[in-house]
């Protein structure tokens, strides 16, 4: 498999912005459209909704999810640190 590797001064050279920058500008795009949806959407409630109290998150899934991740972009800055 062939692994490439992105160093900050190949941003620089390129005049690429970094890809995290890419990443939570794309997210923050789809929040929005979200955001703009009608609650009784499937993909509104999807992200807004809670889980119902029974259910449980599989083993060696991620915690956090989606939504804190938007937080995270919009309230803390960058994933960078």
């Known amino acids: 498999m062939l692994y490439i590797i992105v160093r900050p001064h190949h ?24 955001a703009r949806m009608d609650e009784n959407a499937d993909a509104s409630q999807a992200i807004f909704e809670p889980p ?10 991620p915690r956090k999810t989606w939504i804190k991740n938007i937080h995270y972009d919009v309230f ?3 994933w960078d640190t």
Do not use: D
């Open 76 to 78: 803390a800055g960058s």
């Open 11 to 34: 941003c620089r050279i390129t005049n690429q912005p970094p890809l995290s920058s890419v990443i939570k500008s794309r997210h923050l795009t789809f929040f929005g459209h979200l």
């Open 52 to 61: 119902p109290e029974n259910w449980r998150r599989p083993p060696g899934r």
